[in-house]
């Protein structure tokens, strides 16, 4: 496509006004050259490698090793990671790509000649929205150690150019990761506007509260432009699934040749005055490159060569040079003016809308299923991270390949990262790659399942039960304090008894499955030190006579409730029923089978709090205007009522009383369209259970829902909000949401994402919430809270048909949320230790009892680990990379290209190199600091072994804290540091220690 022609009479016209006729260059361009590669959106990540990625790589690094000039910029570690490991590594016979043979090496030269550069660094590029902090540091952590153990290097800047808004708690982490400069690029629309115009799209952003100063980071907005820069595409758009063979692509653009060569010049001079007007510097970024481009470099730079060729000879006429760069170029020419910046406090930049009629919020609900997957995985990695890591370090393991087990846990970590990515944990990829997200993670959770079974078999032989047909379920606690909770099993008999390690018997309930007829739900009461677990026998037992003393557990009584009509007006609440724990009283409202009210014992407060399933109709027609998608979430109207009648039913029992609410469609329904079901535990007498008690726990079901409906929970109390609503930023901290009033979409902008907890409060009472998987939430009214659970969209897009990018999504959810009641003096200690509960509940692994069973010694034990109730072990584990963390001795074993294998090597070495990353519990709303005592650390090394050394480092690993020196950007507003008397733990401590662990036979092989 030709330049436009009236851009040479503007470009004219603007230089007569602003130049004059200078005697040097005033703009200096900085042309970064950058492919878009999305780890999964419309193609499989396979599918991509095969149709461009590979060429990508193999033809840029021949165009920048033929010339020295030429810059490139790579970001997502996982395609580089597959061509470094596959294509860049085949024997020097290829015939395809003779240079192959010597790739690795050339890519370590441009590497360290810095025209080669690194940016982000993690696996993908995450989403910010719908992620959990917890995974965004595992992804950035994979990435970062691959690229440290292969060219010691550790990125430094930042590239989130495509998430759909953007989390405060990105900028705190890469700041904590080393980085030195952040850039992003969608964020509302009409605030870039504003930005631009006031020439502050570049500002320090201080996205922590606690922090503060102490973690800032410059940040840098990409301008309306974004990544992309339209007419400069000559490659075209590749061709899936594989590369046409006479390498002809669609929309290639027209070659610079002579005749064209002075309207491509006048394009790009225009573009970058126009640009130059939005900065304080005289330096302007300019992205070179969009979505999957690059797999024909040689023509690209081919082309490009000419444009920049042609402004330079001409620089000082028209006042303009340009320059292939990296982006750790641009920043240090903008760090070296040295000015002084505007701050940017903890607020962050959601929701996203990219114009006043399309808010991006639809997609903190889309693909429900796969955000419950996702941190399902993420949860059952943490565990078998940390039961791995004690076990290999402090038991001896015969039967277990600890090689082995460390690729369990690479799968999962691959896969959980790979999800992570803004097309995947978002729901807005096809439906083609929606299967491959949930296969990687299916498969690396299966291998993680059968790794935890291996250690508890390695530890505890199995033993054959007193009768057939019993089972054996060993109970993990993967949290560093002990818990007290109940854990659910399905049994397919009422008479059971159940006993643990010791032979005691164990309190336990069991009642008719909700879900299954024909089975019965078993609720157990445990008691789990932490990073411990126990043993539990359950096996059939008759009916005890008056003379047997056969433990038998407690069978719960039920109470059912017809169906109750949708009432549309007239009085509630006059006939009552109360359900009780020594912490809540829930009363239900016979008359309507619906929540009533709270009342909260601690505080004595009654709180009147109903709840009810509704559904947005969705617009779906294209031709009529804005539509509900993948991303944008775009009603028709206020939402409705999606039921005309309930049933109830109260199953109590010693230990728990549940509560079973069944909505239906269409009054004469056989199935239930949604249900709630809501627990209330006892307080066990002789152990701790505030946590346990303090909670009210609701699953609820949801779905197949009617095309075009998105549905919600909407919760309503009589808290006086003002319609304020608190939620948070990626499980890290908390942002407060007041309603605005819109003038147009009014009900989608005012909707945000909450990964992990949102709460509503007033002056004398708080309602939390706490999520186990991402939803979006709002509030819409006084005193409400209302949560988005499940989408089911179509639409005529002829794009998304397709691209088969839409959301038909017939499924069933079975989403999780619970609810804290009370002042925020108790609530705000609960929340973030509930929080945790809840993400992190104890794994139960169950066997047969009557498999053939080896003889041993029985149960093992393990020593339990308990840290303060103000922090938290964010992660322990064994990393498995091979480098050493001294710096200067891991460069030159790179030099040198020896494999050395100090890191991580099992058959040669018992040293380990351990990561610890430790973050203070208290880090939301009004949080503050506390020291963290020696003590801490000792509870946790304690019985690994032999502590040689133990180092402070970055938050991804690969830094030593104390050699990490981040720019200092100057700020108009002064620092305000939190004093603590341990600065570093007001953020997250990794310790990475050095462990001999105690010599062990070698294992057997598998």
């Known amino acids: 496509m030709e330049p436009r022609g009236w851009l040479p009479l503007l470009l004219r016209l603007g230089l007569i006004c602003l130049l004059g006729a200078p005697s040097e260059p005033r703009l200096r361009v900085f042309v970064v050259p950058h492919s878009h590669m999305d780890v999964g959106w419309l193609h499989t990540v396979q599918e991509s490698m095969q149709a461009y990625v590979t060429n990508v790589y193999n033809t840029v690094v021949e165009e920048l090793t033929l010339e020295k000039k030429r810059r490139f910029i790579a970001v997502e570690q996982e395609y580089f990671r597959l061509w470094w490991d596959g294509v860049a590594s085949d024997n020097p016979g290829d015939v395809t790509w003779p240079f192959l043979s010597a790739h690795h090496a050339k890519v370590r030269q441009l590497v360290s000649e810095g025209r080669l550069e690194f940016v982000l660094g993690g696996q993908v590029m995450h989403d910010e929205a719908v992620t959990h902090f917890d995974d965004q540091i595992l992804q950035l952590t994979e990435g970062h150690g691959f690229l440290y153990e292969t060219f010691g290097i550790r990125p430094q800047f930042s590239w989130q150019v495509d998430p759909f808004g953007a989390s405060a708690t990105t900028p705190t982490l890469f700041a904590l990761a080393g980085f030195n400069a952040h850039v992003i690029s969608r964020i509302n629309y009409n605030l870039k506007e504003a930005m631009q115009d006031n020439q502050q799209l570049q500002f320090v952003w201080r996205g922590s509260r606690s922090l503060s100063a102490q973690q800032e980071i410059f940040t840098h907005v990409l301008d309306k432009f974004g990544y992309?820069?339209?007419?400069?595409?000559?490659?075209?758009?590749?061709?899936?699934?594989?590369?046409?063979?006479?390498?002809?692509?669609?929309?290639?653009?027209?070659?610079?040749?002579?005749?064209?060569?002075?309207?491509?010049?006048?394009a790009v001079l225009y573009n970058v005055w126009v640009r130059a007007a939005w900065f304080w510097t005289p330096h302007v970024l300019w992205p070179w490159g969009c979505d999957r481009q690059f797999f024909n470099a040689s023509l690209q730079f081919a082309n490009m060569d000419r444009v920049l060729e042609q402004v330079n000879k001409f620089a000082y006429q028209h006042g303009v040079s340009m320059e292939y760069a990296t982006l750790g170029g641009y920043f240090r020419a903008v760090h070296a003016h040295q000015l002084s910046w505007p701050v940017r406090d903890q607020r962050d930049f959601l929701p996203y809308s990219s114009d006043m009629h399309h808010a991006w919020t639809g997609f903190y609900a889309s693909r429900s299923g796969l955000k419950a997957l996702a941190r399902r995985a993420s949860a059952l990695l943490y565990a078998g991270e940390s039961m791995f890591t004690r076990h290999v370090l402090l038991a001896p393991h015969p039967h277990l390949d600890p090689a082995w087990g460390l690729q369990q846990l690479q799968q999962l970590r691959w896969a959980v990262s790979e999800v992570q990515h803004h097309d995947a944990i978002t729901g807005t990829h096809a439906l083609e790659v929606g299967d491959m997200f949930v296969e990687h993670l299916s498969s690396g959770m299966q291998g993680v399942h059968t790794l935890m079974a291996s250690i508890i078999q390695d530890r505890s032989p199995a033993q054959s039960g007193p009768e057939p047909g019993g089972r054996l379920a060993v109970v993990y606690n993967p949290l560093a304090w002990t818990v007290t909770t109940i854990i659910t099993l399905t049994v397919d008999f009422p008479n059971v008894s159940i006993t643990d390690e010791s032979g005691h018997p164990v309190p336990a309930q069991v009642q008719r499955s909700k879900e299954v007829p024909s089975a019965y739900d078993l609720h157990v009461l445990t008691t789990i030190p932490g990073l411990s677990y126990r043993h539990y026998s359950i096996h059939p037992s008759r009916r005890p006579q008056e003379d047997t003393l056969e433990p038998v557990t407690s069978l719960a009584s039920s109470r059912q409730f017809g169906r109750r009509l949708r009432r549309r007006g007239?009085?509630?609440?006059?006939?009552l029923v109360p359900v009780e724990n020594d912490c809540y009283t829930v009363f239900l409202d016979k008359d309507t089978n619906l929540m009533h009210s709270i009342w909260e014992r601690w505080s004595n407060q009654t709180v009147q709090v109903t709840q009810s399933f509704m559904e947005y109709h969705a617009k779906s027609d294209f031709d009529q205007g804005p539509i509900s998608d993948n991303y944008v979430f775009r009603p028709s109207g206020r939402a409705k009522p999606a039921w005309e009648a309930v049933r109830m039913e109260i199953v109590a029992g010693p230990l728990v009383t549940e509560i079973r609410q069944e909505f239906y469609r269409e009054v004469d329904d056989r199935e239930p369209t949604f249900a709630i079901y809501s627990r209330l535990a006892h307080r066990p007498q002789s152990s701790d259970g505030e946590l346990l008690c303090h909670r009210i726990?609701?699953?609820?079901?949801?779905g197949p829902l009617e095309l075009n409906r998105e549905a919600i929970l909407r919760t309503s109390t009589d808290l006086n909000t003002g319609r304020v609503l608190y939620s948070d930023n990626n499980g890290y901290q908390m942002q407060r949401r007041p309603y605005r009033n819109y003038t147009n979409n009014i009900i989608a902008q005012n909707y945000y994402p909450m990964v992990q907890s949102a709460f509503i409060q007033d002056r004398r009472s708080r309602l939390v919430l706490l999520s186990e998987q991402a939803h979006g939430v709002s509030s819409q009214g006084n005193g409400q809270v209302e949560v988005m659970l499940h989408r089911r969209l179509w639409n005529n897009d002829k794009w998304a048909v397709e691209n088969d990018l839409t959301l038909n999504d017939s499924s069933v959810v079975h989403p999780v949320l619970w609810l804290l009641l009370g002042p925020w003096t108790l609530t705000s200690g609960l929340r973030q230790r509930s929080g945790l509960a809840l993400q992190h509940r104890p794994v139960v692994m169950l066997r047969?009892?009557?498999?053939?069973?080896?003889?041993?010694?029985?149960?093992?034990?393990?020593?339990?680990?308990?840290?303060?109730?103000?922090?938290?072990?964010?992660?322990?584990?064994?990393?498995?990379?091979?480098?050493?963390?001294?710096?200067?001795?891991?460069?030159?074993?790179?030099?040198?290209?020896?494999?050395?294998?100090?890191?991580?090597?099992?058959?040669?070495?018992?040293?380990?190199?351990?990561?610890?990353?430790?973050?203070?519990?208290?880090?939301?709303?009004?949080?503050?600091?506390?020291?963290?005592?020696?003590?801490?650390?000792?509870?946790?090394?304690?019985?690994?072994?032999?502590?040689?050394?133990?180092?402070?480092?970055?938050?991804?690993?690969?830094?030593?804290?104390r050699k990490m020196h981040r720019w200092t950007w100057s700020t108009r507003d002064p620092?305000?540091?939190?004093?603590?008397?341990?600065?570093c733990v007001c953020g997250c401590v990794n310790v990475c220690a050095h462990v001999c662990s105690r010599p062990h036979p070698p294992p057997m092989s598998r």
């Open 228 to 266: 992309c820069s339209e007419g400069f595409y000559w490659d075209g758009e590749p061709i899936f699934p594989h590369p046409p063979e006479n390498g002809w692509y669609p929309s290639m653009q027209f070659p610079v040749t002579w005749e064209r060569l002075q309207s491509f010049v006048e």
């Open 570 to 575: 007239g009085l509630v609440g006059g006939s």
């Open 697 to 702: 726990e609701q699953e609820y079901r949801v």
């Open 848 to 961: 047969e009892m009557n498999e053939t069973a080896r003889r041993g010694s029985g149960f093992k034990l393990q020593e339990a680990v308990t840290l303060p109730s103000s922090i938290h072990l964010q992660i322990l584990s064994i990393p498995g990379w091979k480098y050493s963390s001294n710096h200067t001795e891991h460069l030159q074993t790179l030099q040198k290209g020896l494999d050395h294998c100090h890191h991580y090597h099992y058959r040669h070495h018992h040293l380990h190199h351990l990561t610890f990353v430790m973050v203070p519990h208290l880090q939301g709303l009004g949080s503050g600091c506390s020291p963290l005592p020696c003590s801490v650390l000792q509870s946790v090394l304690q019985g690994l072994g032999s502590v040689v050394s133990v180092e402070e480092r970055s938050l991804t690993g690969t830094w030593d804290v």
């Open 975 to 983: 620092p305000r540091h939190r004093e603590c008397v341990c600065p």
